[in-house]
């Protein structure tokens, strides 16, 4: 798909967790990022100035929402500094929207956080908004503004093919957990390869206990499906009993490579052997030296989906291989 952008009223701009991934998408376009002052006054507070003129224009901002406590605040700011310059439309890109865990209300006295964050970015003022893999599509739904959502499977599967080749006839697909099925059925329908369910039991928040497998995973190579890892306890737990239960090689992949506390320890001495993430999150230091956890970029994605919002054609098109 031609991804170059004919019309120079679109401006692309980066908050401080996507500099790296706006560097990659304009290189796709064929244009350049957005000139922008991010920088913070000595008390935390953000000192947020566009340098260049974008009256009238369609401005496009990429603010990953977590898991950096003040990117909320940030990306919200730079929302008003866009509307308070005369911006003809701005669409914001979130690549991981933060608290998409906390999308209801599961025991008494407890927030519903991600509704919390939706009403104050559409407080900001955007137009449009777009979503990279939300955890529950339905949060969506917590927006007032229109939103987009698409998805990292037609480059995931891209990237399946050509790194499992002819073994992929031996693949099955795992889903970590039965919330994760459905993802986990999306993808093997289009690999036209078998699934397997972990049933796991949480005893307590970001801590996780594998019970037992459904399905059938003798000789087979395992690939652990999920729109993020965090502290990476349920893959290499499941990493694990994946192996005790014939199962010839574990990896996995995930949207959101969250990896916080102790994950990329917990990865770099698992059993698997890799872990594909997508770039919705800038890497750390200590992740990208652990050998096991590649990147997999949808630079050419958000491209082509920032085109067909530019020219006003359909993003369906993008859902697929």
Avoid at 168 to 173: I, M, N, R, S, Y
Avoid at 285 to 304: F, G, H, K, T, Y
Wanted: proline share 4%; glycine share 6%.
């Amino acid at each position: 798909m031609q991804t170059a952008l004919t019309n120079g009223e679109i401006r692309i701009f980066a908050g401080s967790t996507c500099q790296d991934l706006v560097d990659s998408v304009c290189r796709y376009l064929r244009t350049g990022p957005g000139k922008l002052q991010n920088k913070e006054f000595s008390d935390g507070e953000f000192n947020i100035k566009y340098e260049e003129n974008i009256r009238n224009k369609h401005v496009v901002i990429f603010q990953a929402t977590g898991p950096r406590k003040a990117a909320h605040q940030e990306l919200m700011i730079l929302i008003d500094a866009a509307r308070r310059s005369a911006a003809g439309k701005i669409t914001v890109v979130i690549p991981y929207f933060g608290y998409s865990r906390q999308e209801r209300k599961d025991a008494p006295r407890r927030p519903i956080s991600a509704k919390v964050m939706a009403k104050a970015i559409d407080a900001a003022g955007a137009n449009w908004l777009v979503f990279l893999d939300l955890h529950a599509a339905a949060i969506a739904g917590f927006f007032e503004t229109p939103s987009d959502h698409i998805y990292a499977r037609p480059v995931f599967l891209r990237n399946i093919r050509q790194q499992y080749g002819e073994s992929v006839k031996d693949l099955v697909l795992v889903a970590p957990d039965v919330g994760a099925g459905n993802m986990c059925r999306s993808y093997a329908k289009r690999l036209n390869v078998p699934i397997a369910i972990l049933d796991k039991r949480r005893p307590e928040p970001n801590m996780s206990e594998v019970m037992n497998i459904v399905g059938d995973v003798k000789q087979k190579h395992a690939l652990l499906i999920d729109d993020m890892v965090d502290t990476a306890g349920t893959l290499t737990s499941g990493a694990k009993a994946l192996l005790g239960a014939g199962a010839l090689t574990v990896s996995a992949i995930a949207t959101h490579g969250i990896l916080s506390g102790a994950a990329v320890e917990r990865i770099s001495k698992s059993a698997l052997d890799h872990l594909f993430i997508s770039d919705s999150i800038p890497l750390s230091a200590e992740a990208e030296d652990c050998e096991q956890i590649s990147v997999w970029p949808l630079a050419e994605l958000w491209a082509n989906a920032l085109r067909c919002i530019q020219t006003g054609e359909s993003l369906s098109a993008l859902f697929d291989e």
